[in-house]
């Protein structure tokens, strides 16, 4: 029996609901909706990306961002890699907070916005284990060590071109084992969608027609 993993529950849930919008974010003045199918796409590209970076199971990478689409793209991307997902709160501004996670964890990479970018520039000299830092946004400059999360996209769509399988068998080596609980809704749900502000409260908004939710169908505002 294959393991339940978030991997393969969101592969589940894009299959059975490819046209379905899974987010709302808003750019400019209007919302723009990213679909189950597109979401995959994205992930399995910076996954991959990821993966051709050097990222493997069992290795740690931090994600530190606001909510909005590239978030679950890349807390899914590490996923996918087979590696672990170190989540580090925006709000954290004390640095030898911040390097005692990342340095205690043993993060190989960040991925982190551009808005928090400084944080990790102000003490990566101190963290032996960190080789690369991933920015989700476009910086006006660049160190040596940070890459942007558009080229790293680019790099796996080349890796899935060659490597498409041994990508499939990374994915499904995560350990990111899911239990049976209150949170895994199977049937109809009553109040299934969900708003999701930038600090991650969610709250239910309206109907969502997946009977399986990996998340709640969330906005970024």
Known sequence: MNPRT?????????RT???????????????????????RTIVREFAAGLI???LGKGDRAALISEGRNDWVMA?????????????ISVKIEETSDLKFRLAHSGCRMV???????????????DLPDLEKTIVLDRLE???????????????GAEYLESHGAEFETAGHRSRRRIRRTSAIHRGPRPTP?????????????????????LSPTISFR
């Not at 899974?22 to 597109?38: M, N, Q, V």
């Not at 660049?142 to 996209?153: K, L, S």
């Open 193 to 213: 969608r969900a708003s999701c502000s930038p600090t991650g409260t969610i709250r239910p908004t309206s109907n969502n027609p997946s009977p399986l939710c």
């Open 6 to 14: 978030l991997p393969r529950l969101f592969e589940d849930a894009a």
């Open 75 to 87: 807390e899914l991307g590490i996923f996918y890699a087979g590696a672990v997902d170190v989540p």
């Open 17 to 39: 609901y490819p046209k379905n919008i899974l987010i709302w974010e808003k750019r400019a003045d209007a919302y723009e909706g990213t679909t189950y199918s597109g979401m």
């Open 141 to 155: 400059s660049w160190a040596p060590d940070e890459i942007f999360a558009g080229d790293v996209r680019r790099t």
């Open 111 to 125: 991925i982190v916005s551009g808005n928090h970018v400084a944080k990790i520039r102000k003490i990566k000299n």
């Open 52 to 54: 051709a970076l050097g």
